[in-house]
């Protein structure tokens, strides 16, 4: 048992007294990215007489490694995991360089450069870099524009950080960036984003102005205003969704009693959708949720309830004759026609449906109210709706409120020919 | 556990590599074992009654005085040696008082290395010991420095937890006790820079930074996932993929291309300087072409009006990239093919003419040596010089590569051979002869370049030239059976080389130093240029 230990520990021993005497270290640095991508420059001694030498590097997987001689003359080297084995063929020193990620590790916000080095070694860390801890006392320590340059000794060293990179210009540009494809992502969906897209604008405005840490913070508020109203219409739209079946519910269940209200908190509900009022188009969907949910069948009123009874005949008489006399007004006699081929090849990610609306919208002359379309084709009020916005987004239909009621518009630029009586 | 066994060995023994090379095998394991049986009971014994040592300070300036003390047995000896681990830089043998006590102080040289020192105090074969480093700047300025960061440090985690306040989240009070201990531990680093204990002061801080270190990875952990509270946690909570995370990474890459082709552009340079012909303007302009899709790639990330997508970029690098690789391996099959076919060449050559001076320096040794290992190893010095003749001759119709192998195994069986003369140390210096020389040669062709290049080399001809002398003079000792003085002088030879080296480097060596270090502060500017001074809102 001992003389298998003790083999092993001469086997251990054995490389590294040899690694020992064919280099010898002198000088070691370590240029640290925002990335965690290391930039290595290490300067060994090597024995002239030899044609080939080993040398243990740091970090297995290498980018751009060069190796040159004490001339700055390249010599051929291949790599095994850590050792490289260079063609030294009579040099004195070698520069050996390469990028590495091997090096760093980020746990949370806090990064590490963990290696052990045979020699003191510099180390620059890049801008907007904090030390969180460091193995050992640095042997000095200074700054580069904003970059922070240590020196370590010999051993293992570790050194914790954490970097802002706010303030930075790039930083900056990327947030606004960042934001600017958030907000045409939710855009696409029919959603309203006028307040982010005002902070967008400011932010675009303090970049300019060479305010980067200010810009940065802008472009994060319309980011997260137009995360906000998506999230706002995504909960309106499905507040309007679980109304409209819970009208369904009633009316099939003869429950009619109450639901005129239900229908017409509901066309308000829409009505603010379609004008990006999401928190309160969600206040009135769940309204009428709430009284499609509470609406009765006529047959169990009893008598105590004839009175009420009575007004609310009155009161449904009186918003049929309202809805009446919001049928749709009559409209210019106009008709156009359309290239839908064009339109269509224009865009060539419509979706079916997208496709049957618009031929419909051809149809009848380029233009139809929403109550229209939904009638035709039997979809949920909040599907036509978002379907719409998705293509008045994309600038393929307008939509104009005509007497309280939605009027959508193939766009004109998608007009074929002239106008035809 | 092995580690301890040999820790515990090159306690008891001052030089283990020494030691264990000029061992046989069978000594080797013989004195492993001993102190593989032994290492438990020295554990044992120094915990009872072994010695300790301090020194008065964590850190020291060149040229500034280290006390040590410590304590052993009353009225024993006590032997005190300082170093980094290659060099000895102090040595003392002190007594214990009464009372066990012992000191001793030292002035540190004002040329001493940075780094860290250990003092080992041992009293027979117990040993105790304590480090301490010398750094290469002002140790105020460096606790200073170190003081700043932590301070930064602190004002990160207030910010972070008065908005963790605002927000409602309850910090634990084993957080904020610990936040209190690394403020603590700050403002005694403080008191200690004010005390001008600046070593101490320098450890303080340090101490501070960990303990806030740990404080801020936890309150970290309790900000809320949604609202990114500060600005910096932006990055933390969106997914890897972020496409702010990719850019900067984009960043970072376009970067280290530009870099990279910055660096194979003063390959070229040297290239042509040596005379190597290859097609240099189409490679030039390739990597032109390379840096210039690099510098619009990068313009095309930081435009504002045209949104292109992160993806986009990344595949216009790649493909920028593969084209940097195609002309880098262009330049490998011709320019570097070339130099490396010269340089083969020329070693073979000096190999060679050492093998000669060896075979030269052996026969006049010979005395000295046992005749049957002279003759024969002189024989094998002459196979492997027949052996590289042949090599030479393949160079001309052979690939380089297929000629390494052998060219390897030929120039290892010189040492080899010389491993086998015995005689008082003779084989290692005449190795370490062997080395010096070899190096020397470099330096003399370094200095040849210098004054091509109009270079003064006056001075460095001289000095090389009285190394050479002093190379005799060891050759002489050699000869006459004092390996120890022909040591001092091999010694001596390895100082001067240094001190040579240090005058032909600059020059040369130091230029491409230089070279990258403009290129780091270079992009450091190009990077910070844009943001410094540091905007607020």
Redesign the interface.
Known sequence: M??V??????L??APY?FG?EQYSPR?L?F?V???G?V?V?Y?VDV??????VNVTIFGSQC??L?V?D???????SSQHDSVLTI?T?????V?I?Y?TMDLTGK????WSLMVETPV?SVI?L??GV?????S???????S????LLI?M???DLLI?Y??????????A??????A??TIQEVKTGGIITDEADGLLQQA?Q??EA?????A??LA?QAK?SALNTKNAAASASAAMDAAETAITAAEQAGRTVGLEEAESLLEQAEASYASGEYAEAKALAEQAQSKAASAETPEKEGLPFFWIGIILVVVVAGVFAFLRMRKPVPRAALKYSFDLDALFDAHPYLRLDDKEVLRFLADAGGEAFAAEIRDRFDVPRTSLWRMIRRLEGEGIVDVETIGGQSLVRISPKYRSGGAEA | M?QN??TGSSNSTSTP?RA??SMS?GK??AI??VA??VSPSLAVAKEATGPTVFTDD??YEPGEEVEISGTAEPNSEVNITVS??SDEIFNDTVHTDGKGEFSTEFTLPEEVA???YTVVASVFEVTAEASF?????DLK??AE??LD?AE??KE?LNELLVLLEEEGVEVSQEILDDMNEGILAFEEAEQLIEQKEY?EA??KA?EA??I??DV??DV??LVPEE??PE??????DEEPE????R???L???I??AL??VD??N??VD??VE?GYEFDEEYIRERFKEAEDALLALRAK??A?DS?ASIAEIAKDLARIREFLGETNGLL?STA?KK??LQ??E??ME??QN?VRVLNDTILKLRERLEAEKTVMVGNALGNVYRKIERLRERLSTDDVEEL?DE??NA?DE??ENLDKLNGKGTSTNLKSM??VE??M???RK?AE?LRRKGGDTSDVDEELEAATGLLERMMERLREGDSTEAQNILDEVKEKYEELRGNIEPP??N???EQ?LDQ??KR??D??????P????
């Open positions: 001992i003389i230990l003790t083999l092993t520990l001469f251990a021993a007294a020992q000088e640095t240029v990215y925002q990335d991508y930039a420059d300067y024995d002239p007489t030899k044609a080939r980018l751009d060069m040159e004490q001339d700055g003359l390249p010599l051929d063609d063929l009579g040099s004195a020193s520069l360089s990028v746990s949370g916000q806090i003191s620059f890049p801008v904090t030390i969180v801890s460091l050992t006392v640095p042997l000095a320590m200074g580069i524009d904003g970059g020196t000794p010999v051993g914790e954490k970097i802002s990179l706010v303030g930075t210009r790039e930083h540009l990327l947030v606004i960036k960042d600017e494809s675009t303090a970049f060479g305010n980067y840490t200010g940065e913070q994060g997260a | 092995f066994v040999s590599i264990v090379k095998l080797l394991a492993l074992m593989l049986l964590p850190a980094d681990g940075a780094g860290v480093t010398v750094v290469e700047m300025e460096l420095g170190l960061q930064e440090l990160d070593g320098a450890e340090l930074l960990a806030l270190g801020f990875d970290q952990a609202e990114p600005e910096e946690a932006l990055l933390k972020d496409d702010v995370e850019g900067m990474g960043y970072v890459a970067d280290m870099r990279y660096k194979v003063e390959t040297r290239l040596e990330l930081e504002l949104y490998h570097v130099h490396k340089m083969t020329r070693f000096q190999v050492r390494l060219l390897e120039v010189i040492d062997n080395v070899a190096r040669n470099v330096l370094s370049k040369i060596l230029q491409i130093k990258f780091i502060q450091l500017q990077y910070t240029g844009k943001i410094s540091k905007n607020t809102p």
